[in-house]
């Protein structure tokens, strides 16, 4: 049977396995599970902020805080019949005030389908009661395990608009007919469709993503010398991960109080062959286990 885990600290899913006990997401060796440190790995949420462009902590504190599980969420909707599926929360607190004063509820869905899919739904709701809007970018730092990332290719991406964060965020054009990977890459598409591919070669499988409300792509690849420096990821590690990232970046979102914001992703397995073109901080939640049914 396929599984999921979540890890409360981060409200963040740190693995899942097809039927055949296959690890699909990348997790370090040497991924911390200490507080306040993220988990190097898995799907991290990235919130308020993406990236350290603001004053915030990188990538923003929603993945170094300690969600709460709602024991009473709303239903699924009909077309999500029969997914396992849980909700997680994180709301604004008085520690966290201190470095972004505006209330807020964030609402985690973590489903797991029936065929094996992965779907993350978050809302994002602005609770101020002073009338003031906020601002945010957002993404699901997806961590893709792949065999050997020198035989990866990404497609989807072609023609497309993209900020170069190894280039002071200059915008270039993308040249080629899929995105390969021989050197670090660090980049932002913009107006990216709604559905992308991973196609490990080795494995001979495809990751199909499929994304709403996250109009921006970001793909990352550190390389053996930004990973030698990171002392939460292993010296040869990058050779067998890749993060393909739903995002919202290039145009913050802004919620007004009482506004509502909601952004969707899907990650599936499809044959080899398909292309684009067609409250305990270590406590981890078992999607098979906790609730079936929609």
Not at 227 to 256: N, Q, R, S, W
Request: with cysteine; proline share 6%; charged share 30%.
């Amino acid at each position: 049977m396929d599984a999921s885990y979540v890890y409360l600290y981060g409200g963040q899913v740190t693995s899942w396995k097809n039927e055949r006990r296959e690890e699909l997401l990348f997790l370090s060796s040497k991924a911390l599970f200490q507080p306040p440190k993220p988990v190097r790995g898995g799907i991290p949420i990235c919130f308020p902020q993406f990236g350290n462009l603001d004053s915030l902590e990188q990538h923003g504190f929603a993945r170094n805080r300690l969600w709460s599980v709602d024991p009473d969420p709303p239903p699924c909707s009909s077309h999500t019949n029969s997914r396992a599926f849980i909700d997680l929360i994180l709301r604004h607190s008085e520690e966290e005030a201190k470095i972004w004063s505006h209330r807020y509820e964030l609402r985690l869905r973590v489903a797991l389908g029936p065929a094996g899919d992965l779907m993350l739904t978050s809302r994002i709701r602005n609770t101020n009661t002073d009338g003031k809007s906020f601002t945010f970018t957002f993404a699901y730092h997806t961590y893709f395990f792949v065999t050997d990332i020198s035989e990866v290719r990404v497609e989807g991406l072609e023609t497309l608009d993209y900020l170069d964060n190894l280039q002071n965020r200059e915008r270039f054009t993308e040249q080629g007919d899929a995105i390969t990977f021989e050197s670090e890459v660090d980049k932002i598409y913009l107006s990216t469709p709604t559905k992308i591919a991973i196609l490990d070669h080795e494995r001979k499988r495809t990751f199909e993503l499929r994304k709403d409300g996250l109009p921006d792509a970001v793909v990352w690849n550190p390389w053996d010398k930004k990973a030698k420096a990171m002392a939460d990821f292993g010296d040869e590690e990058y050779k067998h991960m890749l993060c393909v990232e739903a995002a919202c970046v290039e145009k913050p979102i802004t919620l007004k109080p009482g506004e509502e914001w909601k952004g969707r992703q899907e990650i599936s397995i499809v044959p080899s062959s398909y292309c684009s073109g067609q409250l305990d901080p270590r406590g981890q939640l078992d999607l098979r286990r906790v609730t079936f049914g929609c």
